[in-house]
């Protein structure tokens, strides 16, 4: 049976509507919205809290700017994270979780839970 494979579109709007209609199951969803590597690693930073641009990028130092801002712009996009800006200056620009970014943090505890117990066997 060939896996099924959806073409994200260049621009970060999801466009929800064709995923629903193509989509065969929730984790076909799951992993539209939030499967790459970049994605998690973003939300399981904003789990404490906001955070901004640079902060995420410390966290995550092998991810490039410009791949930190496209995949930022595409959790904004799907309500996953907020954008908020100050009026200061220099200007100031914190990233949180949304209340639906929120809902993920169960799925993303037990990947860590899991990955932590894969360290254990294989060291």
């Known amino acids: 049976m060939k896996a099924r494979t959806f073409a994200r579109?260049?621009?970060?709007?999801?466009?929800?509507?064709?995923?629903?209609?193509?989509?065969?199951?929730g984790m076909d969803i799951t992993l539209e919205l939030v499967g790459s590597k970049w994605k998690i690693l973003?939300?399981?930073n904003l789990r404490n809290g906001a955070k901004r641009f640079t902060d995420?990028?410390?966290?995550?130092?092998?991810?490039t700017e410009k791949m930190l801002s496209l995949q930022l712009k595409q959790l904004e996009a799907d309500h996953f994270l907020s954008r908020e800006v100050f009026a200061?200056?220099?200007?100031?620009?914190?990233?949180?979780?949304?209340?639906?970014?929120?809902?993920?943090?169960?799925?993303l505890e037990a990947m860590?839970?899991?990955?932590?117990?894969?360290?254990?066997?294989i060291v």
Request: aromatic share 6%; glycine share 4%; no cysteine.
């Open 112 to 121: 860590s839970a899991w990955g932590e117990q894969r360290t254990k066997t």
């Open 42 to 44: 973003i939300l399981w």
């Open 88 to 107: 200061e200056v220099p200007p100031r620009v914190e990233y949180s979780l949304t209340d639906e970014g929120k809902t993920l943090l169960p799925m």
């Open 9 to 25: 579109s260049p621009h970060p709007v999801l466009d929800r509507n064709s995923l629903k209609n193509n989509a065969s199951s």
């Open 56 to 63: 995420i990028r410390k966290h995550i130092p092998t991810i």
